[in-house]
Structure formats: structure tokens, C-alpha cells
């Protein structure tokens, strides 16, 4: 409360009247709260960003190297089993650096028409690895579930992350049930909750056997950073991450828990059109496709300069390399009639990626440039000049495949 008091004094100086005022600044400083609770996620997006750009180097470092050994000839079984095993972390390590980039939203989903027990079933044997022995992953679903449109990727975050919160809700182990279902909600449903609309809705719900979550916890979950682990057991993004998910996906989630009774997840999203077209989610298992073509690599960090190399001169291409966007367009101009391909990176000091392919097309209009970010940038609107894009870190045959298509492309 802010009060204001106005006393009025006769000619003798004896009060005759008081005007008083009382303002209620409870809203005021309720919005000045959240505006200072949004500014300080913004900040620590700008940071979570900035963190998984620098993680993404490493980890391009880690499972490139790797993968090239893996595919070395009569590669000894002990090591190959540890160097998959490293490159199996550096996997795993990746689905992080993709949390921070969705918090920071620096990273924009690609939609598409799926079947979700297709991406259920690809993505098991990983949740199993994962969870370990003691938990048990039951699967019911409904045989005539109508397909969704979503980023897979996405939706396999959504799911892990359940998962290993269904897990750490069961330290001595329990029954995780994941079951579909097609749902339709009618105008008067929608009218007790604002924010649902009437509709065609799969209905995944993800029930664990856990320990369970107070009211007051459930009230907080969704929040980032929140979490019920100790210092150094959980970073509480996981959950953050998959409300934001569920809601660029044009859907909502919903939890109801009981101490000692287990937690139940319900995520409602909106069921894709027929006339979309579908695409199968398992991975395209593409060969490593090779070539003896000139490629110029621009990268300001010099441990990705020589993994990129490796790997492309194992794919047999003669590699140029250039640390940093001004190196990479004196080299451009001084070796252009031999350069067939560039790849660069984006984020880079003095010249970034964008500026540095705007600088070649001076140079040459029709330069075939690969763009290479730790995000995933393809949809951002600045895509001139740009041929292609690879999203650190990247796999081979990810990257053996872009080439060719970039070079074969007239």
C-alpha cells in the first residue's frame, strides 16, 4: 500500500479538512517482479547459448575423431568397444547442448508428419541403456493413433527427459508406463481450462511408479533451473525444456502427482493433417559418399580445423584451410579457380560466417557454401548466398552427404 495524507489549515491555523489517498501497488510490483524475473532469463539464455556453442566445438572434436577410428580396418574388439563407448558419450552429450540451445531458443524445430510409436520404438533401446535394469519401460498403445505433426529430435528430448525424471523419482527402481491415445476435445472441455481449444489431440500420457511430487512442487516444475536434487545432481532443465517443446508443438502438458503414489504427465498435441504427407523417422542409414573435389574449411578454433580436414580428407578431398573469415577470403581469392566448395563456421571474431560468405559472393556469385553452426539456424532468415547447412557436432555421413549434394548440384 502507498498512502498520501493532505491536512488544510484555517486562517487561525486550526485544521478544518484532510484529504487522504490510498494506492494499491500489489499489481505494480508484481509485473516489476516479473519484468526483473525476464530479464534475468534472458540473460542466462544469452548464457546458456553461449555455453552450448563452445560445449558443441568440443564435442564436433570428440565424436569426429571417434568416429573415423571406429571405422578404422581390423580395429582391435577392446578398442573398439572403448572408443564407442567415448563416442556413444559424446552422443549423449550432444542432447544437452540441444536443451540449452532450446532454452536460449537458438534453435528452431522442423516440423513434420510423424508416427509416434515409430519414434517410441527407435528411441527404446537408448531410454533403456539410459535408465538402467531397475526400471521397467511399459509401451500400450493405441493401434489406430493418428500421426502428429513434430520435430522428431524434439520429441525424443520430450521423452528422455521424462524418463530420466521418471527415474530419479524411483531410486529403488520401478515401472515407467507410456500409453497413446486419440482424444477429442469439445468446446465445453475447453471452456474449464484457457488454455485448451477444441479439436483432434494425441493424448500421450507418461505415468511413473515414484515417490511422487507435493502441490507445491508441482506448482514450481516448469520453472528452469528448478529442482528437487541435490547440488550437483540435476540442472533442472529438463522439465523447462519440455513444457517449451510441448508448446511450440501448439500443444499443453499437464501433471498430476500423489506423495508416495507416483506422477502422471499428460501431453496433449494437436493431430497432424492427412494431406501433409508423412515421412518415416528412422534415420536414413546413407552411405559415406566420397569425393576428390577442392574444399576450402574456415573455422576460427583450430582443433575444428583439423578434425573437418581429417574427416574430409578421409572422404578423399584435397582441404584448404583457413583459420578465421579473413584468412578464408584472402585464400578464396588467391586460390578461387581451385576451390570448388567452402565450409565455414558462423559464429567467428572479426568476420562471422554471414559476413564472410556476403564477402565471397563479391568475389564469385555463384561460390557452393556450406554454413556450419552449433544451432540450428537454417530457418533464420538469413540464408543468402548459403547452399547448405550442418549443425554441429555433425556425423559423417551427415557430412559426406551435404557435400556431395552441394557439389553435385549445378
Same mark, same amino acid.
Given at each position: 500500500?502507498?498512502?498520501?495524507?493532505?491536512?488544510?489549515?484555517?486562517?487561525?491555523?486550526?485544521?478544518?479538512?484532510?484529504?487522504?489517498?490510498?494506492?494499491?501497488?500489489?499489481?505494480?510490483?508484481?509485473?516489476?517482479?516479473?519484468?526483473?524475473?525476464?530479464?534475468?532469463?534472458?540473460?542466462?539464455?544469452?548464457?546458456?547459448?553461449?555455453?552450448?556453442?563452445?560445449?558443441?566445438?568440443?564435442?564436433?572434436?570428440?565424436?569426429?575423431?571417434?568416429?573415423?577410428?571406429?571405422?578404422?580396418?581390423?580395429?582391435?574388439?577392446?578398442?573398439?568397444?572403448?572408443? #564407442?563407448?567415448?563416442?556413444?558419450?559424446?552422443?549423449?552429450?550432444?542432447?544437452?547442448?540441444?536443451?540449452?540451445?532450446?532454452?536460449?531458443?537458438?534453435?528452431?524445430?522442423?516440423?513434420?508428419?510423424?508416427?509416434?510409436?515409430?519414434?517410441?520404438?527407435?528411441?527404446?533401446?537408448?531410454?533403456?541403456?539410459?535408465?538402467?535394469?531397475?526400471?521397467?519401460?511399459?509401451?500400450?498403445?493405441?493401434?489406430?493413433?493418428?500421426?502428429?505433426?513434430?520435430?522428431?529430435?524434439?520429441?525424443?528430448?520430450?521423452?528422455?527427459?521424462?524418463?530420466?525424471?521418471?527415474?530419479?523419482?524411483?531410486? #529403488?527402481?520401478?515401472?515407467?508406463?507410456?500409453?497413446?491415445?486419440?482424444?477429442?476435445?469439445?468446446?465445453?472441455?475447453?471452456?474449464?481450462?484457457?488454455?485448451?481449444?477444441?479439436?483432434?489431440?494425441?493424448?500421450?500420457?507418461?505415468?511413473?511408479?515414484?515417490?511422487?511430487?507435493?502441490?507445491?512442487?508441482?506448482?514450481?516444475?516448469?520453472?528452469?533451473?528448478?529442482?528437487?536434487?541435490?547440488?550437483?545432481?540435476?540442472?533442472?532443465?529438463?522439465?523447462?525444456?519440455?513444457?517449451?517443446?510441448?508448446?511450440?508443438?501448439?500443444?499443453?502438458?499437464?501433471?498430476?502427482?500423489?506423495?508416495?503414489?507416483?506422477?502422471?504427465?499428460?501431453?496433449?498435441?494437436?493431430?497432424?493433417?492427412?494431406?501433409?504427407?508423412?515421412?518415416?523417422?528412422?534415420?536414413?542409414?546413407?552411405?559415406?559418399?566420397?569425393?576428390?573435389?577442392?574444399?576450402?574449411?574456415?573455422?576460427?578454433?583450430?582443433?575444428?580445423?583439423?578434425?573437418?580436414?581429417?574427416?574430409?580428407?578421409?572422404?578423399?578431398?584435397?582441404?584448404?584451410?583457413?583459420?578465421?573469415?579473413?584468412?578464408?577470403?584472402?585464400?578464396?581469392?588467391?586460390?578461387?579457380?581451385?576451390?570448388?566448395?567452402?565450409?565455414?563456421?558462423?559464429?567467428?571474431?572479426?568476420?562471422?560466417?554471414? #559476413?564472410?560468405?556476403?564477402?565471397?559472393?563479391?568475389?564469385?556469385?555463384?561460390?557452393?557454401?556450406?554454413?556450419?553452426?552449433?544451432?540450428?539456424?537454417?530457418?533464420?532468415?538469413?540464408?543468402?548466398?548459403?547452399?547448405?547447412?550442418?549443425?554441429?557436432?555433425?556425423?559423417?555421413?551427415?557430412?559426406?552427404?551435404?557435400?556431395?549434394?552441394?557439389?553435385?548440384?549445378?
Amino acid at each position: 500500500m502507498n498512502e498520501r495524507c493532505e491536512t488544510y489549515y484555517d486562517s487561525t491555523g486550526n485544521p478544518v479538512r484532510s484529504i487522504g489517498t490510498v494506492q494499491d501497488i500489489t499489481e505494480k510490483k508484481y509485473l516489476e517482479s516479473q519484468l526483473l524475473q525476464s530479464q534475468k532469463m534472458e540473460v542466462i539464455g544469452k548464457l546458456a547459448g553461449g555455453v552450448a556453442h563452445d560445449f558443441n566445438n568440443l564435442l564436433t572434436v570428440i565424436t569426429g575423431y571417434s568416429e573415423m577410428i571406429l571405422n578404422t580396418p581390423n580395429l582391435p574388439d577392446e578398442v573398439k568397444d572403448s572408443l #564407442q563407448e567415448v563416442y556413444n558419450a559424446g552422443v549423449r552429450a550432444s542432447s544437452l547442448t540441444k536443451q540449452l540451445l532450446l532454452f536460449s531458443r537458438k534453435s528452431q524445430p522442423q516440423f513434420q508428419l510423424y508416427d509416434v510409436h515409430q519414434i517410441i520404438n527407435d528411441y527404446m533401446v537408448m531410454m533403456t541403456r539410459t535408465l538402467g535394469p531397475s526400471i521397467e519401460m511399459i509401451v500400450l498403445k493405441n493401434a489406430y493413433i493418428s500421426k502428429i505433426m513434430c520435430d522428431s529430435i524434439q520429441f525424443q528430448q520430450v521423452i528422455m527427459n521424462l524418463a530420466v525424471n521418471a527415474r530419479d523419482a524411483m531410486p #529403488q527402481g520401478g515401472k515407467i508406463i507410456i500409453q497413446t491415445d486419440n482424444i477429442d476435445l469439445d468446446a465445453d472441455y475447453c471452456k474449464l481450462y484457457g488454455y485448451t481449444k477444441p479439436g483432434r489431440y494425441l493424448l500421450l500420457s507418461f505415468t511413473d511408479t515414484g515417490i511422487g511430487m507435493s502441490e507445491e512442487v508441482q506448482n514450481h516444475i516448469f520453472e528452469p533451473f528448478f529442482t528437487t536434487e541435490d547440488i550437483g545432481k540435476g540442472t533442472g532443465l529438463g522439465l523447462s525444456v519440455v513444457y517449451g517443446i510441448i508448446k511450440n508443438h501448439g500443444g499443453w502438458i499437464n501433471v498430476y502427482s500423489v506423495l508416495g503414489q507416483g506422477t502422471t504427465f499428460k501431453i496433449y498435441l494437436p493431430i497432424g493433417e492427412a494431406d501433409w504427407g508423412s515421412i518415416d523417422s528412422r534415420e536414413n542409414k546413407e552411405e559415406m559418399l566420397k569425393g576428390s573435389e577442392t574444399v576450402l574449411l574456415v573455422d576460427d578454433e583450430q582443433c575444428l580445423l583439423e578434425v573437418g580436414s581429417s574427416i574430409l580428407s578421409y572422404l578423399g578431398y584435397k582441404v584448404l584451410k583457413a583459420q578465421g573469415g579473413r584468412k578464408g577470403l584472402e585464400l578464396y581469392q588467391e586460390k578461387q579457380a581451385d576451390i570448388h566448395l567452402v565450409i565455414t563456421d558462423l559464429l567467428m571474431p572479426e568476420m562471422d560466417g554471414y #559476413q564472410f560468405i556476403k564477402s565471397l559472393k563479391e568475389v564469385n556469385p555463384k561460390v557452393k557454401v556450406i554454413l556450419v553452426s552449433g544451432a540450428d539456424i537454417k530457418y533464420n532468415g538469413h540464408n543468402e548466398g548459403i547452399s547448405e547447412y550442418l549443425v554441429k557436432p555433425y556425423k559423417i555421413n551427415e557430412l559426406s552427404t551435404i557435400v556431395r549434394k552441394v557439389l553435385d548440384n549445378p
